[in-house]
Every structure is written in structure tokens, then in C-alpha cells.
């Protein structure tokens, strides 16, 4: 099935530092969603966008939707312990009938204390 | 609100036999989908129901079924099941359109 590129695959990084991870499609979509999943869990909705160059904040997690609508990009500020986990983008192709997500293939964050 | 709930969380099953598993969305959400996640093929749309009725469907065999009821609850049905089945099955659910919201998951594993 199809998947967006997603990247980095993985990364160590330092706590403290800011990290930042994209997502690029062939589509268009007309939403991007962000989610974070932990070992054996579903994954949790962090941001969602639904606008072209909309860009939108959670806390010390930013993501922007990419003009072009076939990308887009999440950041961490700060990063801290517990942001260790599995991140994934998510485009909509939502048709008026009917909508799926389809997913990328996940950013690995480990984070060295 | 509570949010969406998926029973059971782990199953195991031999080769050749039905699963069902089942899915209660966020009051007030009407659409559920269901993803299959895999180590080889992450994140898959499985299909989507909304106000009982099926409205998209990925690229899996028709022993992979689902259903909704009028209070929105959701079942999927495998049947005959074979190894490569075995993946964490995920439910979402949102309003008609936007953010969708995961449950925890169904562990499957096929023996």
C-alpha cells in the first residue's frame, strides 16, 4: 500500500535540543495530521492542519502545511524524555463522499539524556 | 469525553479460523475507519464506515469485512485467517470530516 516519505527514519538526539522531522507526498492532500505513537498503543492526534501554509503550535510542537499541499513539517522545541516515541504524518484526501488517512513511514526519536 | 475503545486488546488465533473485533468511537463521531499496522507495510486504510454504511475501502481481500451499527459502534471481521494477518488493528473516529481519533488497538497474532 502507499506510504509518504517520511523523514529522518530515526534520530538520537540530546535532551534540550529542537528537532525537526517532514513528510512529502506525490498527492495532494487537503489535511495533514501528526501523530505520536508509543510501543503497543494507538497513535495519539498532536497537531492537525487544514490549510495551505497554515501553521500551528501545541505546546513545543509545531507543524506547518506546505504550500504545494504535498508536504509538511513537524517540530519539537526543547525536547524532553517522554517525547521518545514513534512519529507519524498523516495526509486526508477527504472527496465529500469519503476520507482515509494515508500514513508515512514514521520518525524513530530516541533522546540521550 | 472517553475516547475510542477496541475490544479485545490481544487475540490469538490458528490459521484458518474468524476474528471479530469491535470498536466503540467518541460520542457523537459517526465515522469509523480501521487501519492495519504492520512492521513491513505500516499503516494501512482497511475501510470506513459512516451512518452504518461502508463509504471507501482499501486494497484488502474480502475475507477482511466490517460493519457499523446505528449507535456507531463498528466490528471487523477476518475470516480465514492466514499468518500474515497478524498485525495491531486500529480504529478511528472523527465527525463527517476531519481529525480522526485512535483507540489503542487489537494485537492479532496468527499462529
Known amino acids: 500500500g502507499q506510504q509518504l516519505n517520511q523523514s529522518p527514519q530515526s534520530m538520537f538526539i540530546q535532551e534540550g535540543e529542537d528537532v525537526s522531522m517532514n513528510c512529502t507526498s506525490s498527492s495532494i492532500f487537503n489535511t495533514w495530521l501528526w501523530y505520536k505513537q508509543d510501543p503497543g498503543e494507538g497513535p495519539v492526534l498532536l497537531i492537525a492542519l487544514y490549510k495551505a501554509g497554515e501553521l500551528t503550535s501545541n505546546g513545543r510542537l509545531t507543524a506547518q502545511f506546505g504550500i504545494t499541499r504535498k508536504d509538511s513539517f513537524l517540530n519539537i522545541s526543547a525536547s524532553i524524555p517522554s517525547d521518545v516515541g514513534i512519529y507519524f504524518c498523516?495526509?486526508?484526501?477527504?472527496?465529500?463522499?469519503?476520507?482515509?488517512?494515508?500514513f508515512g513511514t514514521g520518525t524513530r526519536l530516541q533522546v540521550t539524556l | 469525553k472517553a475516547g475510542v475503545t477496541q475490544t479485545p486488546r490481544y487475540l490469538i488465533k490458528t490459521r484458518g479460523q474468524q476474528v471479530t473485533l469491535s470498536c466503540s468511537p467518541i460520542s457523537g463521531h459517526r465515522s469509523v475507519s480501521w487501519y492495519q499496522q504492520t512492521p513491513g507495510q505500516g499503516l494501512q486504510f482497511l475501510f470506513e464506515y459512516f451512518s452504518e454504511t461502508q463509504r471507501n475501502k482499501g486494497n484488502f481481500p474480502g475475507r477482511f469485512s466490517g460493519r457499523q451499527f446505528s449507535n456507531s459502534r463498528s466490528e471487523m471481521n477476518v475470516s480465514t485467517l492466514e499468518l500474515g494477518d497478524s498485525a495491531l488493528y486500529l480504529c478511528?473516529?472523527?465527525?463527517?470530516?476531519?481529525?480522526?481519533?485512535f483507540g489503542p488497538g487489537t494485537r492479532l497474532t496468527v499462529l
Open positions: 478511528a473516529s472523527s465527525l463527517e470530516i476531519g481529525a480522526k481519533y
Open positions: 498523516a495526509g486526508s484526501d477527504y472527496t465529500g463522499t469519503a476520507s482515509k488517512l494515508t
